[in-house]
């Protein structure tokens, strides 16, 4: 079976899940390991469910699109 080994900060996980306070500011070790359980498979009002539970949580910006666009470039540009 493979597996994935790597090192990272605390800080790049605790975006993408729960983590306790006590990994803040550390290097943690990630281990990713392939699983047997199938993939769940969402059926259309789910599907609709969680698109409307996203609706409105970028919060609303004065800014005209090419004004955001601008933004985000200036912002990512030295993203590697």
């Known amino acids: 079976m493979e597996m994935v080994r790597k090192f990272v900060d605390a800080e790049s996980l605790m975006s993408v899940m729960s983590l306790p306070e006590t990994f803040r500011n550390r290097t943690l070790e990630v281990l990713v390991f392939?699983?047997?359980?199938?993939?769940?498979?969402?059926?259309?009002h789910e599907v609709s469910g969680i698109i409307d539970s996203l609706v409105g949580a970028i919060p609303g910006t004065e800014l005209s699109l090419e004004e955001l666009r601008e933004e985000r470039l200036k912002r990512y540009e030295t993203a590697d």
């Open 34 to 44: 392939p699983t047997d359980a199938p993939e769940k498979q969402y059926q259309a």
